[in-house]
């Protein structure tokens, strides 16, 4: 069975504002979809890619997590669009705001985390 490695301080904090993002990014999702009169379904499959990154981000794992990065990519360019579409729209640029923290973050995570995979399995 892999043993499971502790995450140092600075990952430890990222692993924090990734979640903090995560339920932001949500929330906002949520919210564009309830600002247009959507139906529940509507919610559900919009914030569905979302709920992936709960399986990626418990199982710890790397590779999945770079996988949701490329999820990030289309929220992203939705957020974009919607932030250029209406005019003076907060919940867009929040929206904006938060998908580039959480892909940000993600990255550095990644990064820094797989040097202290990597690190754990030479000592060994």
Known sequence: MKEKI?????????WWIMWGTWL????????????????W???????LPLLLYVWFALRD?????????????????SSVEAAF???ADTLS??????????????MLYIRY????VRAASRDE
């Open 113 to 116: 985390r797989g040097r202290e």
């Open 24 to 39: 932001g990014l949500l929330g906002q999702q949520a919210a564009d979809v309830e600002r247009f009169a959507g139906t």
């Open 85 to 87: 579409a209406y005019e």
């Open 93 to 106: 640029v929040a929206g904006l705001a938060l998908v580039v923290i959480q892909f940000t973050v993600c």
């Open 41 to 47: 379904a509507l919610v559900g499959l919009r914030c």
């Open 61 to 77: 794992s790397l590779r999945l997590l770079i996988w949701y990065e490329l999820v990030l990519l289309f929220y992203f360019i």
């Open 6 to 14: 502790q995450r140092g301080a600075l990952t430890r904090s990222m």
